[in-house]
């Protein structure tokens, strides 16, 4: 962070949701040069920027809203710095929080080179890095169901059945371990998403490994190898 309050005069910190950006630019002396609220679009904040383009650096916290902001900056030439969400918590604190001041507490740790850093995800592969979270999500999905069979089980106190039912294969008739008509039903229901996750699963990972292996192919064969590392870690990973 040295390296920005070195080298640049003005300082912007933006607080940004989905439908609000709130903008506050501070000189080296931590004079306010602008602080207000804009649309959420390219050409109010370049508009707004314009007088200070020059020599200014632009930081905001770490949000899935800023992608497009960062993205902005990177064509624009303007430096950018992403702020660790988390880490920038911890340190801003305070009982107020509004836009508008933390607009300024990001433009104020910026200046005093105290505004914790994250990278920056290339754009080329963000689209395929969501697509990877939700495969884990879809992934939670498939393991609540299964739990919730394994829980029924426990929950009228029947035998184990024996079986891992992550395998297609032992689930089929699965059902027929239940006594009760209801509960037969219900984890007939509980199996047949089971298979429909298992399907969509399938064609997730197949579609995220080849884009995987367009984007750094020797890299995440290099990672499998490493013992311990399968396929979708050594995608976590990548």
Excluded at 64 to 89: I, N, P, Q, R
Excluded at 94 to 109: E, M, Q, R, Y
């Amino acid at each position: 962070m040295n390296f920005y309050r070195q080298q640049h005069k003005q300082y912007c910190g933006i607080d940004l949701h989905a439908r609000a950006l709130y903008v506050c630019i501070l000189d080296q002396r931590g004079t306010k040069l602008v602080h207000k609220n804009l649309p959420t679009t390219p050409e109010a904040f370049l508009r707004i920027l314009a007088p200070y383009r020059d020599d200014l650096v632009v930081g905001v916290e770490c949000r899935f809203t800023g992608y497009w902001l960062a993205d902005l900056c990177a064509k624009e030439g303007s430096a950018f710095v992403l702020g660790h969400a988390l880490s920038m918590k911890a340190i801003q604190g305070g009982k107020a929080k509004n836009d508008k001041i933390a607009a300024h507490k990001i433009a104020v740790l910026l200046r005093g080179g105290m505004l914790p850093q994250a990278s920056v995800y290339p754009a080329e592969r963000r689209a395929t890095r969501d697509l990877l979270r939700r495969r884990c999500h879809l992934g939670q999905k498939r393991a609540e169901l299964l739990a919730h069979i394994q829980n029924t089980t426990s929950q009228y106190h029947l035998p184990a059945m024996g079986k891992k039912l992550a395998d297609k294969a032992n689930r089929e008739g699965g059902e027929e371990h239940f006594p009760d008509p209801s509960v037969r039903k219900t984890i007939a229901v509980e199996v047949s998403l089971m298979e429909h996750y298992d399907k969509v699963l399938g064609a997730v990972e197949l579609s995220i490994t080849r884009t995987a292996k367009a984007h750094a192919m020797q890299t995440f064969s290099r990672l499998q190898s490493v013992p311990g590392i399968g396929k979708i870690l050594a995608l976590v990973i990548l």
